[in-house]
């Protein structure tokens, strides 16, 4: 039976995720960005938290794990890699683990750059990926606690699952995201189509994540590192792909 995938936008632009397997009722919250959000998405679906699954330490995604966890005892699971910095972790889990929900199972990956222990969820049997704030739609995190090598294997590691595989990410960035990335790749006409179908979706209001991995590998700067036209804009032509990666987030970062 599929998971149920509810989207719940959450503080300024984050997205928390609901996420229930429905032959058990299992439910897992995907982060804690704000429990009040969480606590009325559950209760208009009448469904009970069993699980909090937590992608990395910062405070808009782990902030409400004790409320949470008061409320519904539910088990919290969280990276192996920053185990010290989540409120509440009762089991760490890193790369190569197995977390079911119900009859469901998502595999975990390390996949540091933005923190140091940064975990990413894939439900492969969904083609679902929770990713934090590892990739973004048109984006990837900043690198707080980790080296540009880190954060491109981490990328590679995302780059490798099934292409069809949706990418529920924890912000709401596209926009922004797509202004720098044609910066970078103004010859890609898939990212210029993209860009255009993101600012109708966005004066709608309406949300433009999950994308999925297709759509990234096709106009997301921070996964075409080897893209000969990224390199040319960035005077990087044949250079090493983290090198290339490095520059484009730098880039970013000024922009
Ligand atoms: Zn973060
Ligand atoms: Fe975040």
Known sequence: MPLEIHQIPCLSDNYGYLVRDAASGAVATIDTPDAEAINAALDARGWTLTHILNTHHHWDHAGGNLALKEKWNCEIIGPRGEADKIPGLDRAVSDGDKVALGDSEAEVFDTPGHTAGHII??????????????????????????????????????????????????????????????TVEPDNDALQKRSAEIDQLRAKGEPTVPSTLEIELATNPFLRATAPGLQATLGMSGADPVDVFAETRLRKDNF
């Open 121 to 182: 969820y894939h439900f492969p049997e969904d083609a679902a990926a929770f990713v934090g704030d590892t990739i973004f739609a048109l984006g990837c995190g900043r690198l707080f606690e980790g080296t540009p090598q880190q954060m491109w294997s981490s990328l590679q590691k995302v780059a490798k699952l099934p292409p069809e595989t949706k990418l529920y990410c924890a912000h709401e960035y596209t926009q922004a995201n797509a202004k720098f990335a044609i």
